[in-house]
């Protein structure tokens, strides 16, 4: 009987080595391996019904989903309350009985909440078309500077960000507390145009159509005017969580995929036209010094980040 010294040494390592792997499998393909991880919790959130432009509310609502999609929990929205003056909510917010909220920025608004610097309309907001009485075009056509456009007076909202821009402007400001009756003021006489942003008019002559506007066709004024989320102070977790889920849904092309599937973005970006509109431009007094108007991802490619006088 012959012994042969190298088989002996292949077949006492090949056993063990099987063995150990067959182990690893097993492990592997295990019921443990493959429990499922614990569920999401789940987290309530209140936004006050302030704002009485309920496809602004939509959209707000979507940008904060898209935002908390990427968090470590299920988030809900609660609609909560009915309209009510900006001041209140900005009270509910520091209360903690609401947890965000949208606006245009100002330096008190970022002292008293917490902003979470993305703009969520790229600066839409900024660009302020003018409603005017129908027939008046011809008015505003002989405007070329901003000292021809002082010669009228304006309407807006007596609360809004933009009313301390346009009387630092010059302008004479009137002002209501319902973007509706500004409409119906305007057509009687208390004011010659009711500016808005390039986003808003359009729809709103639809919904107004009781009342005998038009959209004036040849004039822009623009100032830097971004529009955020305000989360309470007393929300730090969430608005971390926004804030980090809105910087992933830029980054990775969710947002802007979002922004320019909204119907009032299209149709503001598309009947503006922008680029043969005379542009009026203003300073903003109370932008606070963090805006980032150099990160050219949170801005629309038509905004002129920097403001002339």
């Known amino acids: 009987m012959e012994i042969h010294p190298q088989s002996h040494i292949n077949n006492t390592h090949t056993l063990p080595f099987k063995c150990w792997w067959w182990l690893l499998l097993c492990a592997l393909y295990s019921p443990i391996s493959f429990a499922a991880e614990p569920p999401k919790p789940t987290i309530n959130i209140v936004r006050h019904c302030g704002s009485v432009d309920a496809e602004a509310n939509v959209y707000v609502d979507n940008i904060v989903a898209l935002a908390l999609s990427y968090a470590h929990a299920n988030y809900t929205i609660e609609k909560h309350g009915a309209g009510c003056s900006h001041p209140r909510e900005v009270t509910l917010l520091e209360q903690g009985k609401t947890d965000f909220f949208w606006a245009g920025t100002t330096n008190d608004l970022e002292k008293r909440l917490i902003p979470i610097r993305v703009p969520i309309y790229k600066g839409m907001l900024g660009y302020r078309l003018l409603l005017i009485r129908a027939g008046d075009q011809a008015r505003f056509s002989a405007v070329n500077s901003l000292e021809d456009l002082r010669a009228f007076s304006l309407g807006q909202g007596e609360t809004w960000s933009d009313t301390p821009i346009l009387k630092h402007a010059g302008f004479k400001v009137i002002t209501s507390s319902d973007p ?130």
């Open 180 to 309: 509706k009756n500004l409409a119906y003021m305007l057509n009687s006489k208390r004011f010659d145009a009711y500016p808005r942003g390039m986003m808003e008019p359009w729809q709103e002559l639809v919904a107004w159509s009781d009342i005998d506007l038009a959209i004036e066709q040849e004039l822009v004024i623009i100032y830097p005017m971004p529009a955020y989320i305000f989360v309470s102070p007393l929300k730090k977790d969430l608005a971390a969580a926004i804030e980090s889920g809105l910087e992933k849904a830029i980054a990775d092309g969710s947002f802007d995929k979002l922004f320019h599937s909204d119907v009032r973005v299209k149709t503001g970006i598309a009947n503006t036209k922008l680029s043969e509109r005379k542009k009026i431009y203003l300073t903003n007094p109370d932008l606070p010094a963090a805006t980032p108007l150099n990160n050219p991802a949170l801005w629309l490619n038509a905004y002129d980040t920097g403001s002339k006088p």
